[in-house]
């Protein structure tokens, strides 16, 4: 059933995440603690799908949301995680988490994954809700001119889904802050997720 969810007919892409949203070490999901059925054996399989069908519309997202605020168990976790990716699939983007939930950005400033060796093919993610988290765009500004940035998830709604009053300063509406802070950010394809039957919009943006 997960293949069918990445054969396409259409020219949209496909996100897969593994998604881990405690605040534990994410290393706790890697296949030595899991039997030999955790992180690394699901993104093998499906990077062996991917590569074996000639995709190219595959995007592999390392650890979901994590709660933890730990950048370096974060980082060891996709460290392990990427050669089962590369092996089966070279080339193929992928996205790795930041701490808090993706919010705390600067975090791999200086300390990237691997030392940088999978710059080309590796962005980092940020994940905001615009009733909640405005306070951390300015960071994501600063971040995207040093890192390759992928805004993978946001919302247009608190983080629970229980309002949908967009206020940013007070008075100015969401689209004139998203304009002020992408102005050095390219856009990249849109990702739509749902939650609490609330309007979510889709955004993506990276460094060039």
């Known amino acids: 059933m997960l293949y069918d969810s990445i054969d396409l007919t259409d020219d949209s892409c496909r996100l897969l995440i593994w998604n881990f949203t405690s605040s534990e070490n994410p290393q706790v999901s890697l296949d030595n603690?899991?039997?030999?059925?955790?992180?690394?054996?699901?993104?093998?399989?499906?990077?062996?799908?991917?590569?074996?069908?000639?995709?190219?519309?595959?995007?592999?997202?390392?650890?979901?949301?994590?709660?933890s605020e730990n950048w370096t168990n974060i980082k060891d976790f996709a460290s392990a995680v990427i050669p089962s990716i590369q092996t089966n699939d070279e080339g193929a983007l992928m996205i790795v988490a930041k701490p808090q939930w993706c919010?705390?950005?600067?975090?791999?400033?200086?300390?990237?994954?691997?030392?940088?060796?999978?710059k080309d093919v590796l962005l980092y993610s940020f994940h905001y809700s615009a009733c909640n988290h405005l306070q951390f765009l300015p960071k994501l500004k600063s971040v995207s001119t040093s890192l390759p940035v992928v805004v993978s998830e946001w919302t247009a709604v608190d983080y629970d889904g229980?309002?949908?009053?967009?206020?940013?300063?007070?008075?100015?509406d969401l689209t004139q802050k998203k304009r002020v802070y992408q102005n050095s950010?390219?856009?990249?394809?849109?990702?739509?997720?749902?939650?609490?039957?609330?309007?979510?919009?889709?955004?993506?943006?990276?460094?060039?």
């Open 33 to 67: 603690n899991m039997g030999g059925k955790g992180a690394q054996y699901f993104f093998s399989q499906i990077a062996s799908y991917a590569k074996a069908e000639n995709y190219k519309h595959v995007i592999y997202e390392l650890c979901g949301e994590p709660g």
């Open 103 to 118: 919010q705390l950005i600067e975090a791999a400033v200086d300390k990237e994954v691997a030392d940088g060796a999978y």
């Open 162 to 172: 229980t309002s949908d009053e967009i206020v940013v300063d007070g008075k100015q």
């Open 185 to 208: 950010i390219s856009d990249a394809p849109s990702f739509y997720f749902f939650q609490a039957d609330t309007a979510q919009l889709p955004l993506s943006v990276s460094a060039d």
